[in-house]
């Protein structure tokens, strides 16, 4: 089953960095966000689609799919590291 989209409100700038870094480590998070282009996200970095205002979960939603991670990953959030999707 397919992954439900988190509420764009629901994780905020500073809640993305900070899974961004749990995730991968801070240096290769800061090269993720600033190199990696997402297709999903209309051919943009992380960081450009969040200078244009691209909600800050859009971007983590499109980072966790090009990356390919769990859902386990994928549900990090607000400092909860094993937030489960909800039924």
Do not use: I, N, Y
Not at 15 to 42: I, K, N, P, Q, W
Not at 71 to 83: A, C, E, K, M, P
């Amino acid at each position: 089953m397919p992954s439900a989209p988190w509420h764009p409100v629901r994780v905020k700038h500073s809640e993305l960095l900070a899974a961004v870094t749990d995730t991968f480590g801070s240096a290769h998070g800061r090269s993720l966000m600033s190199d990696l282009v997402l297709v999903a996200l209309g051919g943009r970095t992380a960081e450009g689609a969040l200078r244009e205002g691209v909600a800050p979960q859009r971007v983590w939603d499109a980072l966790c799919a090009e990356m390919e991670l769990s859902d386990d990953v994928r549900w990090r959030h607000r400092g909860t590291l094993d937030r489960r999707r909800p039924s």
